[in-house]
């Protein structure tokens, strides 16, 4: 069973730029999650998907950032007109269902470099 | 809000030898689960071990366990027997059991050296 993709593993863009994320989550799983990990620092919560449905995205930044998990396919983060504090790695981790017994395993993550 | 602190940077330890790394959290809810993932140079996040805050007994996965004190909100992780491997970025997380949403509340990691 293939574990949680993420691609490109590495993606580099110049300021203003859009730059688009992937997630494929587990198979079966349904509820898939964003994290953006900056420098020296955890990972921080962005935004919750289910399928065709943001569950809560108290954690992404109001302006450029869109994040979509459509019937079918996989969960794409999207930042439009990026700039350099945007640099950081982005981690997307899905799960079986919402239970509360339920784990999250994440890909190996996005790093996302602006010039 | 929940909030996560690792009040460890770096950390060292000698191969085979055993280490403990610290973990502070705060929260106002009973019901929650807590975790420490590792992640090592490949930034792989991997999942070590998991505990229920309604579990007294605390949690063991082979050479990892950890000490949850409840009361303290105090949530370390002992590894016993470093192994080189053991050498990474260990993340402790939080989340909050009721709702629906789960989302994970970490620190700000302490990095591992294992020393041969």
């Known amino acids: 069973n293939a574990g949680v993709m993420q691609n490109p593993r590495h993606l580099v863009r110049r300021r203003g730029q859009e730059a688009r994320l992937r997630c494929s989550p587990m198979?079966?799983?349904?509820?898939v999650y964003w994290y953006r990990q900056l420098p020296e620092e955890g990972l921080k919560f962005m935004v919750y998907?289910?399928?065709?449905?943001?569950?809560?995205e108290s954690g992404m930044p109001k302006e450029r950032f869109s994040a979509e998990f459509p019937k079918e396919g996989p969960s794409i983060l999207r930042i439009q007109q990026v700039v350099r504090g945007d640099s950081a790695a982005y981690f997307c981790?899905?799960?079986?269902?919402?239970?509360?017994?339920?784990?999250?395993?994440f890909g190996p993550g996005t790093r996302l470099t602006v010039l | 809000a929940q909030t996560v602190t690792q009040s460890q940077p770096e950390m060292s330890v000698q191969e085979a030898e055993t280490v403990t790394l610290s973990c502070t959290y705060d929260?106002?809810?009973?019901?929650?689960?807590l975790f420490w993932y590792k992640q090592p140079p490949s930034r792989q996040m991997i999942l070590v071990i998991r505990?229920?805050?309604?579990?007294?007994q605390n949690a063991t996965e082979n050479r990892f366990s950890v000490n949850f004190q409840k009361a303290a909100k105090s949530f370390s992780l002992k590894i016993s027997d470093s192994q080189l491997g053991d050498a990474a970025m260990y993340f402790c997380?939080?989340?909050?059991?009721?709702?629906?949403?789960?989302?994970?509340?970490f620190g700000k990691g302490t990095l591992l050296t294992v020393n041969p």
């Open positions: 505990q229920e805050a309604y579990k007294q």
């Open positions: 198979k079966g799983h349904s509820h």
């Open positions: 981790a899905s799960s079986l269902t919402s239970g509360n017994t339920d784990t999250q395993y």
């Open positions: 998907l289910q399928k065709e449905n943001i569950i809560d």
């Open positions: 929260t106002s809810e009973s019901d929650y689960y």
């Open positions: 997380a939080y989340r909050f059991s009721g709702g629906s949403n789960y989302k994970l509340t």
